[in-house]
């Protein structure tokens, strides 16, 4: 392991020292587009006021005759569209294709200095990152990129599930991660066709009640994935997201799917779908009710510290530390959105 010291040094000379803290971004949905396709290019300067991240997607989904056009598309559209305080992010293949190494270098060449994070799929120990983090400090020092390019990680196999605490604290470079529930079913050898959400065979039965038909509850099939990916990327100060939800017809149960990964602390999801843009925004950005109950607490207990009751309730230490996690996102949402501002109050 690094000495603390040598952690945060640049890998090359002349690259961007890295970030001591991550930048404070709003990324509660991370939009998907395929950029080989002129017709999607073109929407995107009108999508880039609706969403909080905008990601050219090169890897899966992108037939391989359209991998060069997807790479070539997206420099196009980064260099064309002003993001503002949007993300601009690519989801580039997986390191042992044959296109990772040119989508690297071709994209940082370009427009490095436009773009905020790098999603690296397939991520299955602290390794992958240290390559993409060396060959990120050689590139941004080539071009003079003037910010770090960030890593996303997508937790999308069995092995990379086993190493997560080890990817998430592999470099000053990690932003966050995504749970892949399509790569992950597959490379666990799940018995499921599904992209996230649950499965009606996932269930817990209810205890025999006479002749009464026996009730099941489904369980969520992720539960323990998304716990475990939570854990390692609050304990390396990183960013945990759900990933995509294939289901386009099911908003409802997408949105299921989203709150309980937003309920257990993820920030954000992907949407790889106009619809589930809206589902997104409702659900990572913080219910007005739990906003205004949260700013009670921190004006009841301006130090932070003792025990206050607040409609019957009992506050201390702890409760005022969720209470800030609450308002300090909702000042992050009331600044990109004007709606949500006025119905914060903030
Ligand atoms: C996403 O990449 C997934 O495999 O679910
Ligand atoms: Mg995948």
Excluded at 181 to 186: G, S, T
Excluded at 213 to 218: L, S
Excluded at 295 to 320: E, N, R
Excluded at 323 to 339: F, H, P
Aim: with cysteine; hydrophobic share 45%.
């Amino acid at each position: 392991m690094k000495l603390p010291r040598n952690f945060f040094k640049p890998l090359a000379i002349g690259a961007p020292a890295p970030y001591r803290e991550l930048p404070v971004r709003l990324e509660r949905m991370i939009h998907f587009v395929p950029p080989h396709l002129e017709k999607i290019r073109a929407k995107v300067p009108d999508l880039a006021g609706q969403v909080d991240v905008v990601l050219g997607n090169l890897e899966d989904a992108i037939p391989i005759d359209a991998k060069e056009a997807a790479r070539s598309g997206f420099i196009e559209l980064a260099k064309a569209v002003n993001f503002g305080t949007t993300g601009l992010w690519t989801r580039i293949n997986a390191l042992n294709s044959p296109w990772a190494l040119d989508d690297i270098r071709e994209i940082v060449g370009a427009v490095g200095d436009k773009l905020d994070v790098i999603m690296l799929p397939k991520v299955d120990g602290p390794w992958d990152i240290h390559y993409l983090d060396q060959l990120l400090a050689q590139l941004e020092a080539k071009h003079s990129v003037s910010k770090p390019i960030l890593i996303h990680a997508i937790l999308e196999t069995a092995e990379g599930v086993k190493n997560v605490e080890a990817i998430a604290a592999a470099s000053p470079r990690m932003h966050g991660m995504s749970l892949g529930p399509a790569d992950l079913a597959a490379s666990r050898a799940m018995k499921t066709t599904r992209v996230g959400g649950g499965h009606p065979d996932y269930k817990v039965l209810a205890d025999p009640d006479g002749d009464a038909p026996r009730v099941g509850y489904q369980q969520d099939l992720w539960h323990y994935t998304v716990g475990k990916m939570v854990d390692a990327c609050a304990a390396s100060g990183i960013k945990p997201f759900y990933g995509p939800f294939g289901d386009f017809s099911d908003g409802a149960a997408c949105e299921s799917q989203f709150r309980n990964a937003f309920l257990q602390g993820c920030v954000g999801a992907w949407s790889l779908h106009p619809s589930q843009i809206d589902i997104a925004k409702r659900v990572f950005s913080p219910d007005p009710g739990e906003v205004a109950f949260a700013v009670k607490i921190l004006d009841a207990m301006p130090d932070g510290a003792g025990a206050v009751m607040i409609d019957g309730k009992m506050q201390d230490d702890a409760t005022w530390k969720q209470a800030k996690v609450i308002v300090d996102l909702a000042r992050i949402v009331a600044d990109k959105d004007k709606d949500l501002a006025a119905v914060y109050g903030l």
